[in-house]
């Protein structure tokens, strides 16, 4: 299980497992609870580089960021560790 301290966004935490090069069991800490879980059903099962592709860069109001955003990032260090 990876969990990442997001940074720019509302929620706090993203946890997340990636097994069989699958992105499982994505979880966000706070922000915004309805659109957090349908991004984390939609992304369910979502092979890593696909993840990553989608969501990178991804804005909130003009921060730079977002949570999808920061899922990626999350993403793409743990693939870093792995």
């Known amino acids: 299980m990876y969990e990442y301290s997001t940074s720019g966004t509302c929620s706090r935490k993203i946890r997340f497992d990636i097994r069989n ?10 922000g915004c609870n309805g659109n957090l879980k349908g991004i984390s059903i939609l992304a369910e099962g979502m092979e890593p580089q696909t993840l990553i592709k989608l969501l ?8 730079g960021t977002s949570c999808p955003d920061q899922l990626a990032t999350a993403v793409s260090k743990a693939l870093e560790q792995r």
């Open 56 to 63: 990178k860069g991804v804005d909130c109001g003009g921060r």
């Open 21 to 30: 090069n699958k992105v499982c069991d994505i979880a966000f800490e706070g």
